[in-house]
C-alpha cells in the first residue's frame, strides 16, 4: 500500500471515528462533552495542517523558479503558512492561551480577536490565486481545456448557497454582552468578506474540476481533484455553521470542523499526489 | 486513439499515466501539427520535432524535472532501435 493511500485510510476513519464519537457523546451524554470531541478534531486538523506545510514546501523545492508549477506551490505554501498561523490564533483562544500582555490591553485583545482573523482572508486569497495561475497556465498549453454552461450554472447555485448562508449567519454571535454590538458588527464584516472568498474559491475550484474531468484519468488529475475536494470541503464549512447554528451551536461548531479536516485531509492527499508525481514519473 | 505509427502509441502510452487519455491523445495531435503529419505517418526521424512540440505543454503541466524524463522515456522508446 502507498504512502497516499494509507494516509488517505487514516484521514477517513478518522472522519468516521470523530463523528461517531460526536453523535454518541453529544446526543447520549450532553452537548459539552460533544464540545470536547470538535476541540480534538480541531487539534488533528491543525497536525494534519502542519504536515501539508511541510510537505508542500518540500513539493514547491522541485521546481525551478521559472515554472507556472513553482508560483503555484509557492502562493499554496503561503496559503498554508498564513493560515497556520491563523489556526494558532484560535487555538489560543479555545484553551485559554492568549499571552497576558495581549489579555491586559482591551485594545490589544480587540486587534487580537477581531483584527487577526483577517489572517483566514488573506490566506484564502493565496488559495484563490493559486488556483488563478494553474487556470491560466493549462489553459496557455493550447490544450482544449475549457468551461462548460453546467458548470456557471453551479457556480451560480455556489453563490445562491453563499448568500443564504450569509443570511442564516445573521444569529451566530455568542460573544459577551459588553463586547456584543461592535463584536457582532465585526463578525458580520469578516463573514460577508469570508463567504465572498470562499465562493470564489468554490468557483475557482469547479473550473479546476471540469479540466481534470477534460483529462480524462491520470496521476495530475488525481492530483488537482484532492485539491478541488479541499476548496469545497472549505466553502462546505461556511455552510455547515450558518445553517446549523441558529438551532444547535454545539453542532455547527463541530460540522464546520469536521469540513475543515476534510479541507485539510483533501490538500494533503492532493500534496502527496503531487510528491508522488515528481518523484515517480 | 486513431491508427498509428509505433511512436504515435508510444507517446499516447507514456503520456495517459501521468495527464489522462483525453490529454495524452491531444498531446499526439500536437506533435503532429508541429510535425506537420498525420498520427500514422509519425517516425522516429519525426522525434526531434516531436519533442520539442510537446516539451513546453510538458514543462507547464508537470514541472521541468519529470518533462525532461518522460521525454527521455518517449526517445527511448519511439527512436530508431
Known sequence: ?281 | MPESSNLNQVIFEVLSPLLGKFTAQKAVEIACQRARKDPAELTPADLPEVIAGLRPMLRTLLGEHLAARILEDIQRRGGPP
Open chain 1, 1 to 281: 500500500m502507498s504512502r497516499t493511500r494509507l494516509a488517505l485510510g487514516l484521514l477517513l476513519a478518522t472522519s468516521l471515528a470523530a463523528t461517531a464519537l460526536f453523535a454518541g457523546l453529544a446526543l447520549g451524554v450532553s452537548d459539552r462533552a460533544g464540545l470536547l470531541v470538535a476541540r480534538g478534531l480541531f487539534l488533528a486538523t491543525l497536525g494534519v495542517e502542519l504536515a501539508a506545510l511541510g510537505l508542500a514546501f518540500a513539493v514547491r523545492a522541485r521546481f525551478q523558479p521559472s515554472e507556472p508549477n513553482r508560483r503555484i506551490w509557492t502562493l499554496f505554501a503561503v496559503f498554508l503558512v498564513v493560515r497556520l498561523l491563523a489556526q494558532l490564533r484560535l487555538a489560543s483562544l479555545y484553551f485559554d492561551l492568549v499571552p497576558g500582555f495581549v489579555t491586559g490591553s482591551p485594545a490589544l485583545f480587540l486587534f487580537y480577536t477581531a483584527g487577526l482573523r483577517y489572517l483566514y482572508t488573506l490566506s484564502d486569497l493565496a488559495f484563490a490565486a493559486a488556483l488563478g495561475v494553474a487556470i491560466h497556465a493549462w489553459r496557455a498549453t493550447g490544450l482544449p481545456f475549457r468551461v462548460l454552461g453546467r458548470d456557471f450554472a453551479l457556480m451560480a447555485l455556489v453563490g445562491g448557497l453563499a448568500v443564504a448562508t450569509w443570511a442564516l449567519a445573521g444569529n451566530l454571535t455568542f460573544l459577551s454582552e459588553e463586547f456584543r454590538n461592535v463584536a457582532a458588527r465585526q463578525m458580520q464584516i469578516f463573514r460577508l468578506v469570508a463567504v465572498s472568498l470562499g465562493t470564489l474559491v468554490a468557483c475557482l475550484c469547479l473550473a479546476v474540476r471540469r479540466f481534470a474531468v477534460q483529462m480524462g484519468g491520470g496521476a495530475l488529475a488525481g492530483v488537482w481533484s484532492a485539491v478541488v475536494v479541499a476548496g469545497i470541503a472549505h466553502a462546505a464549512s461556511f455552510l455547515a455553521l450558518g445553517a446549523l447554528s441558529q438551532r444547535w451551536q454545539t453542532g455547527a461548531e463541530f460540522f464546520e470542523q469536521l469540513c475543515l479536516f476534510v479541507f485539510a485531509a483533501s490538500f494533503l492527499l492532493a500534496i502527496l499526489r503531487q510528491r508522488e508525481l515528481t518523484r515517480g514519473g
